[in-house]
């Protein structure tokens, strides 16, 4: 048997003639100035507020912002969960009026159905459905289960896999049903410091050799910077967009790439947005929370 972390290493090498066709899962996405909030008359709340961005398909694009700022929110509006109180989101033109296959999240804790084995969890969206001979789900199934190293543990039930093991089977079950889009709220969170960079690398081949349109929310400005074309940075709520940052690094990527003077003037221009930012959201609260940000970043301009 394997080493799980030799599984992982080698997981993203696809077999002999294992070339799958992944120019359907490559979406454009268009927010056009979209509005949400909760709450009704004086206790209503803006969460987000003329929120216009274009997700470029085949790209990976990253949100990033303060705490609490509204990330979730949108993950939930372009997933078709909520509804935007005024403007827009359209995918490849058409508006979202619901969830959809097409779009497919990933979200920070596990969503894998605690009673079904691994390779139940990852079949289990086209069963369902019944859009896809038996024939290809099986074969589907067992080059995914190849592909994110998890062919010994097929039949395991997610108590008895890692995190790290979890998130990949989340990965494949996403993938199984094809999207357009995929939505990764924070997808590596809780993750030990180790396991969190294996899979960072992981999804980072995933996504070189398909180039399936991605939004990715995260809070490390790290992980942003190494896995994304772009970089969205919000602002405070009332959440907007603050900044765009068009990440040119080469692909392949790897972490060595975060110590060059690009990778370090990418982390300096993102973090002093967001420290401008924070310092508003902690004034709003009427906590001072800025010096603690400050200590451990350092001055930023």
Same mark, same amino acid.
């Given at each position: 048997?394997?080493?799980?972390?030799?599984?992982?290493?080698?997981?993203?090498? !696809? &077999?002999?003639?294992?070339?799958?066709? $992944?120019?359907?899962?490559?979406?454009?996405?268009?927010?056009?100035?979209?509005?949400?909030?909760?709450?009704?008359?004086?206790?209503?709340?803006?969460?987000?507020?003329?929120?216009?961005?274009?997700?470029? #398909?085949?790209? %990976? =694009?990253?949100?990033?912002? !303060?705490?609490?700022?509204?990330?979730?929110?949108?993950?939930? %509006?372009?997933?078709? $969960?909520?509804? !935007?109180?005024? +403007?827009?989101?359209?995918?490849?033109?058409?508006?979202?009026?619901?969830?959809?296959?097409?779009?497919?999240?990933?979200?920070?804790?596990?969503?894998?159905?605690?009673?079904?084995? =691994?390779?139940?969890?990852? =079949?289990?969206?086209?069963?369902?459905?019944?859009?896809?001979?038996?024939?290809?789900?099986?074969?589907?199934?067992?080059?995914?289960?190849?592909?994110?190293?998890?062919?010994?543990?097929?039949?395991?039930?997610?108590?008895?896999?890692?995190? +790290?093991?979890?998130?990949? &089977?989340?990965? #494949? @079950?996403?993938?199984?049903?094809?999207?357009?889009?995929?939505?990764?709220?924070?997808?590596? @969170?809780?993750?030990?410091?180790?396991?969190?960079?294996?899979?960072?690398?992981?999804?980072?081949?995933?996504?070189?050799?398909?180039?399936?349109?991605?939004?990715?929310?995260? *809070?490390?400005?790290?992980?942003?910077?190494?896995?994304?074309?772009?970089?969205?940075?919000?602002?405070? @709520?009332?959440?907007?967009?603050?900044?765009?940052?068009?990440?040119?690094? !080469? @692909?392949?990527?790897?972490?060595?790439?975060?110590?060059?003077?690009?990778?370090?003037?990418?982390?300096?221009? &993102?973090? &002093?947005? %967001?420290?401008?930012?924070?310092?508003?959201?902690? *004034?709003?609260?009427?906590?001072?929370? #800025?010096?603690?940000?400050?200590?451990? $970043?350092?001055?930023?301009?």
């Amino acid at each position: 048997m394997a080493a799980p972390a030799e599984a992982l290493n080698n997981a993203h090498k !696809p &077999a002999s003639g294992d070339t799958p066709n $992944y120019a359907a899962g490559k979406a454009t996405v268009e927010l056009r100035g979209v509005h949400k909030g909760f709450g009704h008359d004086e206790e209503r709340e803006e969460i987000v507020e003329d929120l216009s961005l274009t997700i470029t #398909a085949g790209q %990976l =694009t990253a949100l990033v912002g !303060p705490s609490g700022c509204g990330k979730s929110t949108i993950v939930n %509006l372009v997933a078709g $969960y909520e509804r !935007p109180d005024k +403007g827009e989101i359209l995918i490849d033109g058409r508006k979202v009026s619901g969830a959809s296959q097409d779009r497919m999240v990933v979200f920070q804790e596990s969503a894998l159905f605690p009673w079904l084995t =691994t390779r139940q969890n990852i =079949t289990f969206g086209p069963r369902l459905r019944g859009d896809m001979p038996h024939d290809e789900i099986e074969s589907e199934a067992n080059r995914l289960l190849a592909r994110v190293g998890l062919t010994e543990f097929r039949d395991k039930y997610p108590t008895q896999l890692s995190g +790290g093991m979890q998130r990949r &089977a989340e990965l #494949a @079950r996403a993938m199984m049903n094809r999207p357009r889009l995929m939505i990764m709220d924070e997808p590596f @969170r809780g993750l030990d410091a180790m396991t969190r960079k294996l899979m960072q690398i992981f999804f980072l081949r995933l996504f070189e050799e398909n180039r399936r349109t991605n939004l990715f929310v995260t *809070s490390e400005i790290e992980e942003a910077i190494l896995l994304a074309d772009r970089i969205v940075i919000l602002s405070n @709520r009332p959440t907007k967009v603050a900044r765009i940052v068009d990440v040119t690094l !080469p @692909r392949p990527r790897d972490f060595h790439m975060l110590s060059s003077r690009e990778g370090f003037d990418y982390k300096r221009e &993102a973090l &002093a947005i %967001l420290h401008k930012e924070a310092q508003k959201s902690f *004034s709003a609260t009427g906590k001072d929370f #800025a010096d603690a940000f400050t200590k451990r $970043y350092g001055k930023t301009t």
